[in-house]
């Protein structure tokens, strides 16, 4: 059974930096791994994904970057220059053989 394990949220101020981390158990290969998140009253989005390359949301350029370990099935979001607006629960996901698995969630807050 595929598991997907988030840590790392917390509150930030504005500016500060973060970084999430997903690990994920129970298949060998992971085709694609991403990070989504959905803030209050919004539907959840995608922010970045990582497979032989990495793709981002356009508001995060240049402030994320999404990494991965695929020998440790392991993925790291590197969040820089944080604003309000990236305020949101921060989702790992992973498509495996066709289907779609997320995590439980970890909040980031970013306020003065």
């Known amino acids: 059974q595929v598991q997907l394990v988030e840590s790392g949220g917390g509150l930030v101020q504005p500016g500060g930096s973060l970084r999430l981390s997903c690990a994920a158990s129970?298949?060998?290969?992971?085709?694609?791994m991403g990070w989504y998140r959905q803030a209050p009253g919004k539907q959840r989005e995608w922010v970045a994904t990582?497979?032989?390359?990495?793709n981002y949301l356009d508001s995060v350029k240049g402030r994320f970057t999404i990494s991965r370990d695929s020998a440790k099935n392991t993925m790291d979001l590197q969040m820089n220059s944080l604003k309000p607006e990236d305020t949101a629960v921060y989702y790992c996901?992973?498509?495996?053989?066709?289907?779609?698995?997320w995590g439980q969630g970890t909040q980031v807050t970013v306020s003065s």
């Open positions: 990582i497979t032989s390359s990495a």
């Open positions: 129970g298949s060998r290969f992971f085709a694609a």
């Open positions: 996901h992973a498509r495996v053989g066709g289907v779609n698995y």
